[in-house]
């Protein structure tokens, strides 16, 4: 059964850095573009960023130059480097992973961001 676990998310105060990563388990194909999203209160869900297997990068506009996102391919592991975090960055994280063989969508359950001073 493939999993997908987030971690590293917290409090932190504005112009403060976290690390989230997110580590997809329990499959026997290997999973192609991996991607963080979040949903802040009231709001819909969006990417945040993006990378395929062979390391493209999207970002959404408004983490362009603040965030950093990579991944461990050996590992099945993602990561969100976030710097320069504002309060406006205060968001339930998501992580999502495309397994390939199966061609499915998974995501984890989330993890909490807050920028708060």
């Known amino acids: 059964q493939v999993q997908v676990v987030e971690s590293g998310g917290g409090l932190v105060q504005p112009g403060g850095s976290l690390l989230l990563s997110c580590a997809a388990s329990?499959?026997?194909?290997?999973?192609?573009?991996m991607a963080w999203y979040r949903q802040a209160p009231g709001k819909q869900r969006e990417m945040v960023a993006q990378?395929?297997?062979?390391?493209?990068?999207i970002y959404a506009d408004s983490v362009k130059g603040r965030f950093t996102i990579s991944r461990d391919n050996a590992k099945n592991t993602v990561y969100l480097q976030m710097n320069s975090l504002q309060p406006e960055d205060t968001a339930v994280y998501y992580c999502?992973?495309?397994?390939?063989?199966?061609?499915?969508?998974?995501w984890g359950q989330g993890t909490q961001v807050t920028v708060s001073s």
């Open positions: 999502n992973a495309y397994q390939l063989g199966e061609n499915r969508y998974y």
């Open positions: 990378i395929t297997r062979s390391g493209t990068l």
């Open positions: 329990g499959s026997i194909f290997s999973f192609g573009t």
